[in-house]
């Protein structure tokens, strides 16, 4: 079963922040967010491998709660460029069959 | 410079047809994963393999065939048998230890 992220859309000021939120029904191994322009493929952001983990990126960062089997993507001081459809992805119950969230559709404006 | 190919980039296909979407990748990656897209939808898994000659179904892994004879390749074929294939198709390959997916350009499938 696909995590289920939300909001399912999001419309930003540039310089605003936002919240990405990815929630899974089983347990969580791991957690890696793709960022995909229109027409285009995913391009990785980043990964997390352990619970409590946070990682940043520029101005985007993330957690992951192992225990809720949630992880989060935070978007700071939003930028044009940040517009997209973002995804979380999971391994399924720790294989390698690897999955992907329902996705989140961003547009920054100016 | 180390990438993963797809082709063709636009495909169309009469019902009732096969069609074989390529996916070549050359970052010496063993596992290789096939995932559906349809507009405003997130990822599905069609099919994945992390060996050569080996591959198991995804979620969605009605109407489509794969094979995995080498390493560098995973073709997709959508058969006659799939409702509904007008979708946008992705390839992507990673290391077997850790999912960090590099992804191929996509094949839009056009059912006329």
């Known amino acids: 079963q696909q995590p289920v992220q939300s909001p399912q859309a999001v419309i930003l000021r540039e310089g605003e922040d936002a919240v990405i939120n990815c929630s899974s029904s089983?347990?969580?191994?791991?957690v890696h967010w793709y960022r995909q322009k229109h027409g285009e493929a995913p391009v990785f952001l980043m990964i997390?491998?352990?619970?409590?983990e946070q990682k940043g990126h520029d101005k985007i960062s993330a957690s992951f709660n192992e225990k809720k089997q949630q992880s989060s993507l935070y978007l700071t001081a939003s930028q044009l460029s940040y517009s997209g459809t973002y995804f979380c992805?999971?391994?399924?119950?720790?294989?390698?069959?690897?999955?992907f969230g329902t996705g989140t559709r961003l547009k920054v404006l100016a | 410079d180390g990438g993963i190919t797809q082709s063709p980039k636009y495909l169309f296909r009469k019902e009732g047809q096969n069609v074989t979407l390529s996916c070549e990748q050359n970052l010496n990656h063993d596992a290789m994963y096939w995932y559906r897209q349809d507009p405003g939808q997130g990822l599905r898994l069609i099919y994945y393999?992390?060996?050569?000659?080996?591959?198991q179904k995804g979620d969605i892994a009605e109407g489509y065939s794969v094979s995995r004879e080498k390493k560098e390749s995973f073709p997709l074929t959508v058969t006659s048998a799939q409702k509904n294939p007008t979708a946008f198709y992705l390839c992507?390959?990673?290391?077997?230890?850790?999912?960090?997916?590099?992804f191929g350009q996509g094949t839009r499938l056009t059912v006329v």
């Open positions: 997390l491998l352990k619970g409590g």
């Open positions: 089983k347990a969580l191994y791991s």
């Open positions: 393999s992390q060996i050569v000659n080996d591959f």
């Open positions: 992805g999971t391994d399924d119950s720790g294989t390698y069959k690897y999955i």
């Open positions: 992507a390959s990673s290391r077997q230890t850790i999912f960090e997916a590099f």
